[in-house]
């Protein structure tokens, strides 16, 4: 997911769940500073290097990919951005190494949600944040896994775009070509995609970077015949997934709040997006590459403020300054990601996989 749901929609689901406008936008920032996050960023504010959600580009080219690098790669791209749905699912006939990277694959409802948002709860609201960008990151990030491998992430010619037409779809091939300077040219579904490189553990293999930006969009509905489901046909359905996203967010926010007791798996709150229904589906369903503008706006006509873009250094001055850095919003978010990173990385490494390593004290 890009910055239109992970802070503006974010902002939205928060704010339909009970939080005052303040704690909305508190919310929606921490959600999205996920994705800014590096350990070059935190070096620039003298953070601590172990809370990184996410790798920037020139990091990750100079990442190492033997065993030790992978680890590092992995425990915060699973973590952060492709949460494994089932640590112990069951593969007949593979080897440990290909099992311990399938049970990395990435998807709503699992186990890990559940702790995700149970960890959050009595917990600072930048917390909140974090639990909210993983979870919408499932939904989104479905079947790709946060480790480098070609088997599980990669892409071919058998990948289709879906339109609605009639009571059925129309399907049109994709094109993925690997041009960075160029956006995506959504009228003739080319997408731009990492480099194809034939070592199963490239850094280009990492999570969806085969398929570009094509699962990060709310619109888009497609059909590919990955590997890794014995190239059986998958029909990935956004408007749908992201919709589940959004209600589940709302749902477990209220969890977190304390407004209902348990927070169970596959379990939305429809009852709160009831009377926005038709705009929230009209702005999911849009074929746009950004749909901050529309999410803004919903958001202020729900809480009838206006929301503050967002702005990656906010915080950084009162970071600086404060003689007591764990009472400040950098602080808070740091502990609660090396929180959060310390359970995911406990759960795989419990279910005897390697490849995120051990938990660092």
Known sequence: MQEDFHYYATYCAAFLAGYDHEESQKVAYSAQFVDLCTRTLLAKIKGPSNA???????????ARTD??????ITRI?????FLPRDLYAQKKGCSKQYLDKYRLICGPNGDLVVKTVELAKDKPLESVGIAMHVLADTWAHANFAGTPSLVINN??????????????????????????????????????????????NSIMNLGHGRAGHLPDYSFVRYKYLPMWAEY???????????????TQMIYAMKFIRG????FEKDTYDMKAVEAHLDRIKEIIEKRQLLACDDWKAFGEDLSGQKIEDHVIDKYFAEYAGSSNKDDTFIGRFTRGAIAHKGMVIDAIQKSNNKLAGVVRK
């Open 52 to 62: 990184a959600t996410t790798q920037m580009q020139l990091e990750l080219m100079d």
């Open 259 to 262: 407004d209902i007791t348990t």
């Open 67 to 72: 065993p030790v690098g992978l680890q590092d």
């Open 232 to 246: 059986e046909e998958l029909i990935k359905d956004n408007p749908s997934d992201y919709l589940k996203a959004f």
């Open 77 to 81: 791209w699973s973590a952060f951005h």
């Open 155 to 200: 892409t071919n010619y058998y990948f289709y775009e879906l339109f609605p037409d009639g009571d059925g779809y129309r399907e049109k091939q994709i094109t993925f070509v690997h041009k960075r300077s160029t956006p995506d040219d959504l009228e003739n579904s080319v997408y731009t995609n990492s480099l194809y490189q034939t070592s199963e």
